[in-house]
């Protein structure tokens, strides 16, 4: 583990901000927050590139999944400008663990920063998705 810890941390944080933020406004500064401006997200499903079309991404995740959130699993691993993290989709009305909600897609994360801690690329995969997706 590297002595930067925080710096992943943080910059992790700030991506589970944007991908739960409701409202156009709000998610727009919270991409802003999280993305180089040029930043780029790519998994199995999807591709996009800029702080528009990855906002774009996020709203159509959670038009598609209402009333669920994003939350990590597991810890912030990094070195240099790279971290990767696992996470999963969960039902805000109440924790998995405790019978309130079921994950029904959860996967794992690399993320690459620039020298302002900023997302320049995020490389997902899917380790469970609902069928049909």
Do not use: C
């Not at 038009?63 to 691993?77: E, H, I, K, L, N």
Request: hydrophobic fraction near 40%; glycine fraction near 10%; proline fraction near 5%.
């Amino acid at each position: 583990m590297s002595a930067n810890t925080d710096r992943y941390e943080n910059a992790v944080a700030r991506y589970f901000q944007a991908w739960n933020a409701r409202g156009f406004e709000a998610l727009a500064k919270a991409v802003d927050a999280a993305w180089a401006e040029d930043g780029r997200y790519t998994d199995p499903l999807a591709d996009a590139v800029g702080h528009e079309e990855i906002a774009e991404l996020v709203s159509a995740v959670q038009a598609q999944f209402p009333g669920f959130s994003f939350r990590p699993t597991g810890v912030v691993d990094g070195h240099h400008d790279t971290a990767r993290f696992s996470w999963e989709l969960v039902s805000d009305a109440g924790d998995p663990s405790s019978g309130g909600g079921a994950a029904p897609v959860a996967g794992s994360d690399v993320i690459t920063l620039d020298a302002q801690d900023r997302i320049t690329s995020v490389l997902g995969f899917l380790d469970r998705v609902p069928a049909g997706s």
